[in-house]
Nanobody, 119 residues
Framework: QVQLVESGGGLVQAGGSLRLSCAAS????????MGWFRRAPGKEREFVAR????????YVAASVKGRFTISIDNTKNTVHLQMNSLKPEDTAVYYC????????????WGQGTQVTVSS
């Protein structure tokens, strides 16, 4: 199993930046992919970005492309989401997730961290 703990959320003005971090612990050697998702009030959960644990290959949703960057620090088993040029519509709870073991989907999730962007 693997445990995921997010940090770095908070309140920021529109146009500002935040960096979220997700620390993975446990059997991290079985992680295939790490990702970030978000859920805004009254909306469905939305995919934001993903990164290959060993490859570092990334994919970012069109809605945040050019503003958000996902990266990985394998020495610290930590994934980061750098969020720039934040907009009020980026306000959401952000969740870190992992594709672990032989799963074909994200099967481990963090507890979430709140990001609020004021206008």
């Amino acid at each position: 199993q693997v445990q995921l703990v997010e940090s770095g959320g908070g309140l920021v003005q529109a146009g500002g930046s935040l960096r979220l971090s997700c620390a993975a612990s446990g059997r991290t050697s079985s992680i295939n992919t790490m990702g970030w998702f978000r859920r805004a009030p009254g909306k469905e959960r939305e995919f934001v970005a993903r990164i290959g644990w060993s490859t570092g290959s990334t994919y970012v949703a069109a809605s945040v492309k050019g503003r958000f960057t996902i990266s990985i620090d394998n020495t610290k088993n930590t994934v980061h989401l750098q969020m720039n040029s934040l907009k009020p519509e980026d306000t959401a709870v952000y969740y870190c997730a992992a594709v672990w073991g032989g799963s074909g989907t994200f099967n481990y999730w963090g507890q979430g961290t709140q990001v609020t962007v004021s206008s």
